[in-house]
């Protein structure tokens, strides 16, 4: 049996409460929400707070998905009428939910006008969005809108079949515009700095090109609340599929696993009605950025070194790595000593006790390759941020040196048991030819070279001799003693 409306009956009386199902009427959902980037994260998150006020009875949040690029997700969810489980997972303990706040898919390649219908229809008060890093198509360094990045170009010639979230954005506000009704709110929920203000300001540079009457619109009447978004929620296996399948007796082409941790802090300013989330566990408050600056340069940037330190030596996932003593001293330190003093967030040591008893979660299969990809587009807001704040106060910036270092090393693409892995990442080519510069030249030079790439690394940091020659040092210790001896340097 597969998953499905019909189902659903079924299931509940069998599962008898071990698996939690949408109780109140589907049919009645109005689609309050496009969701832009369909992903695992965006349905045991945001889907999950949704479907909270849904089963307390206020229907307006429907969402529709839509997938930007690939149909895998949709194809998957579209003949189980979009039901899914998410299965949540600490140690031996488990449970189930299925989820019914998804009322359609849509894949945009294929379907960009009814994407459009969608989030131009009066009933849609929110397009949310989980796009990754360079789905924003901005300089990582900089922030700037990329007008050379193919799709903004393509979407700036061609604004009624956009390709970007940001094309499709701004196309549908003009839509809305000329239809006499007000913008939606934009709800960004990626790992950006102040992803909100983010989004709006590159939402402005590419309204600003495409028509400044509508821009101007969007400046005074639009809603861009920053957010600060977390949940660990690893790709999903076959063995997820066959585990949910067995507890549920009935098969979920995609369910999705995560943890039992959420949290999602939302600045309170909409441009029209919202869910009640609070209820659900959401946080609003009037500023979300010293959450999301912590979760950014706490969580993330612990991942980050979790996910080329591991991978090096040659671990697969994350409880794996921080279970070796040397890396877990050596996160630990790095957070304590060169990145809480950066930040604003009271209860940080707290925080930080919280985030390593995540990391240590075996259930959870979480792979460092996940991680790992995407450094060039991650690594300013995880890691950089918090080298700048300590260079202008004057405190140590070693380890998060040795940390940089770690990941030049993984650009290398063997592990130190000899194993080949490839670099996911939009910028791979640029950074495996410096990389290999690296192998050549002096290493300060190298490093000093690497750093040149401005997308990443501005112009700023090239310029700071103590960080280029910490990274350096570490580099060279890496490479001849490996990453556990090298971390050696930092022991207590
Ligand atoms: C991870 C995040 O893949 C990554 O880069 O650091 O997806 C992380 O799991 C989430 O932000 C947790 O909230």
Not at 29 to 50: C, D, E, M, N, S
Request: glycine share 6%; net charge negative.
């Amino acid at each position: 049996m597969r998953l499905s409306n019909a189902a659903l009956a079924t299931l509940a009386a069998r599962a008898a409460g071990e698996v939690v199902v949408p109780a109140y009427d589907r049919g009645s959902l109005a689609p309050g929400i496009v969701h832009l980037g369909l992903g695992a994260f965006h349905r045991a998150h945001q889907a999950v707070y949704t479907e909270h006020t849904l089963r307390a009875g206020d229907h307006r949040w429907g969402i529709v998905g839509v997938s930007l690029r690939r149909a895998d997700t949709s194809e998957a969810l579209a003949p189980q009428d979009h039901l899914y489980v998410v299965d949540v997972r600490d140690g031996s303990a488990e449970s189930f939910q299925v989820i019914g706040a998804l009322i359609t898919s849509l894949v945009a390649p294929q379907s960009a006008a009814a994407v459009l219908g969608a989030m131009s229809d009066p009933r849609c008060h929110i397009v949310s969005l989980t796009i990754t890093e360079k789905g924003y198509c901005r300089n990582p360094a900089s922030g700037a809108l990329q007008f050379e990045h193919p799709d903004i170009a393509h979407d700036l010639r061609e604004a009624v079949a956009p390709r970007s979230a940001i094309g499709f954005v701004v196309r549908a506000l003009a839509l809305r515009r000329a239809a006499g009704l007000g913008p939606f709110t934009v709800l960004s929920c990626d790992n950006l700095p102040s992803n909100g203000d983010t989004m709006r300001a590159l939402t402005l540079a590419f309204a600003r090109e495409a028509d400044p009457a509508l821009a101007d619109w969007i400046e005074q009447k639009g809603a861009f609340p920053n957010t600060m978004v977390d949940r660990i929620v690893p790709l999903t296996t076959n063995a997820d599929r066959t585990r949910v399948a067995k507890q549920l007796g009935a098969d979920d082409a995609w369910p999705v696993v995560t943890e039992p941790f959420s949290q999602w802090v939302i600045e309170d300013r909409f441009a029209g009605p919202r869910p009640a989330w609070e209820h659900a566990g959401a946080t609003l408050v009037d500023d979300a950025r010293p959450y999301e600056q912590a979760k950014l340069r706490m969580l993330n940037s612990a991942h980050s070194a979790l996910a080329y330190f591991g991978s090096l030596i040659g671990y697969d996932t994350v409880d794996q790595a921080i279970g070796a003593p040397a890396v877990l001293n050596f996160v630990e330190s790095m957070l304590r000593d060169e990145v809480e003093p950066t930040l604003s967030r009271p209860d940080l040591a707290a925080y930080r006790a919280e985030l390593f008893t995540r990391f240590r979660n075996t259930a959870l299969d979480h792979r460092l390759q996940q991680i790992a990809t995407d450094g060039s587009q991650k690594l300013p807001q995880r890691w950089l941020e918090s080298v700048r704040a300590n260079l202008k106060s004057g405190a140590p910036i070693e380890r998060l040196a040795f940390a940089l270092a770690g990941w030049i090393a993984y650009l290398g693409g063997v592990d130190e048991t000899g194993r080949t892995y490839a670099v996911a990442d939009p910028l791979a080519g640029t950074l495996t030819e410096a990389v290999r510069s690296t192998l050549l030249a002096d290493t300060v030079d190298a490093v000093r070279t690497l750093l040149e790439i401005e997308s990443i690394f501005g112009c700023d940091l090239r310029a700071h001799l103590r960080f280029v020659a910490q990274v350096a040092r570490h580099l060279d210790a890496i490479r001849t003693q490996g990453v556990v001896k090298a971390m050696g340097a930092f022991a207590a």
